[in-house]
C-alpha cells in the first residue's frame, strides 16, 4: 500500500504562485502520476498529469500557468502553480498508479494523497 502525502497548499492573493509536493512511502516509481482538485459542490477535476511516456497533459483552465514536475529518484511529484486566480480555489490531491478508463476519471487511479488546501483571495 503506498501513502501519497502532499504539502505546500496554503492562503495566496490572486495572481500569486504555490508548489505543492507529494511524497510517497514507498520508493516505487509509478509512471503514470496526477494531480486533481476538487471545489466545493463540484466533482474532483484532473489539472495535470505525466502520461506513461513522460510528457505532460493540462487542463485548459490552467495551461501556461501550472507546471507538473517530478523527482524520479526521491519518488516526489509537484504542482507549481502560476498566476492563480480565485477559481482555482480547491482542495488538491496527487495521485498514482493508474488502473485503467479514462485518466480524468478519479476512479481510475488507486492511491490518493489526503488532499490539502489551496484558496486564492481576489
Known amino acids: 500500500q503506498v501513502q501519497l502525502v502532499e504539502s505546500g497548499g496554503g492562503l495566496v492573493q490572486a495572481g500569486g504562485s504555490l508548489r505543492l509536493s507529494c511524497t510517497a512511502s514507498?520508493?516505487?516509481?509509478?509512471?503514470?502520476q496526477a494531480w486533481f482538485r476538487q471545489a466545493p459542490g463540484k466533482e474532483r477535476e484532473l489539472v495535470a498529469r505525466f502520461t506513461v511516456a513522460g510528457t505532460t497533459d493540462y487542463r485548459d483552465s490552467v495551461k501556461g500557468r501550472f507546471i507538473i514536475s517530478r523527482d524520479i529518484d526521491k519518488n516526489i511529484q509537484y504542482l507549481q502553480m502560476n498566476s492563480l486566480k480565485p477559481e482555482d480555489t480547491a482542495v488538491y490531491y496527487c495521485?498514482?498508479?493508474?488502473?485503467?478508463?479514462?485518466?480524468?476519471?478519479?476512479?481510475?487511479?488507486?492511491?490518493w494523497g489526503q488532499g490539502t488546501q489551496v484558496t486564492v483571495s481576489s
Open positions: 495521485a498514482q498508479y493508474y488502473t485503467g478508463g479514462a485518466y480524468s476519471t478519479p476512479g481510475s487511479w488507486r492511491y
Open positions: 514507498e520508493h516505487r516509481f509509478s509512471p503514470n
